[in-house]
């Protein structure tokens, strides 16, 4: 951790800046390898079943622009345009280096500057429509698959297979939403993410360890409430 760049978040700050905060057990404020790992799992394990999901609906119907394009767009949001309208505004991503150090994405590449203002509604609309395609396009290409397998009468263990494999894909939707909800965005310090619920009294306490953060969101408008 950094002790000599004081204009870092605190969650880039020696550790001895946390002793006594109150927000250590509220935020996920620092890095947690533990946390990290639970999410990777996770993550890898939704994300290869809705490669499984498009890849299987796009043999089943023969529309395999389908996948290509599912593909395309996963791996660029992931490798490069999720990290430009999301994690640059975050403060885990205000550290220097080639490669996220967090706790969703770690390791991806690091190609944008950090800016410490909220994310803004263009950025969150982008967000909404790209999150929103990858996360729904596997459920609608697993049910039209369903019916294809099913209207051309293309055998019983088709049909199953495409049946059984969407609803897994829905199981895994609300799964690992949840799974987010829970441990993710009600404690996550990008707080101007579209799916954040950290609540206003914790967001006001973190900007008011972080002066520069602070300003950047006072700039854009952001209110504090009363200490
Ligand atoms: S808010 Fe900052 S100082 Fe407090 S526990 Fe989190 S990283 Fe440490
Ligand atoms: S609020 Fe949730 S979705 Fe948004 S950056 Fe944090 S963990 Fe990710």
């Given at each position: 951790m950094d002790k000599q760049a004081p204009d870092l978040p605190c969650t880039w700050l020696d550790e001895s800046v946390c002793l006594d905060c109150s927000l250590a057990d509220e935020l996920n404020c620092r890095h947690d390898s533990e946390l990290l790992a639970c999410f990777r799992q996770r993550h890898l394990g939704y994300r290869a079943l809705a490669f499984l999901v498009v890849g299987v609906a796009s043999f089943v119907t023969g529309l395999w622009w389908m996948f290509l394009i599912y593909a395309i767009v996963t791996v660029l949001n992931f490798t490069v345009v999720e990290s430009w309208y999301l994690c640059r505004h975050c403060p885990f991503y205000s550290r220097?280096?080639?490669t996220l150090q967090c706790l969703t994405l770690q390791g991806m590449p690091r190609l944008w500057k950090y800016d410490p203002s909220p994310i803004t509604r263009s950025?969150?609309?982008i967000m909404t429509a790209v999150g929103g395609?990858?996360?729904?396009?596997?459920?609608l290409a697993g049910a039209y698959g369903s019916w294809v397998a099913f209207s051309t009468n293309a055998g019983l263990t088709a049909i199953a297979i495409m049946i059984v494999l969407t609803l897994a894909m829905l199981a895994a939707a609300g799964y690992f939403g949840k799974y987010l909800a829970d441990n993710?965005?009600?404690?996550c310090v990008n707080f101007s993410c579209v799916m954040n619920k950290t609540s206003k009294l914790l967001v006001d306490e973190y900007l008011r360890k972080n002066p520069v953060m602070r300003e950047a969101w006072e700039a854009c408008g952001y209110v504090l409430g009363d200490e």
């Open positions: 220097d280096g080639r950025e969150q609309l395609f990858i996360d729904l396009f596997p459920l993710y965005c009600v404690r």
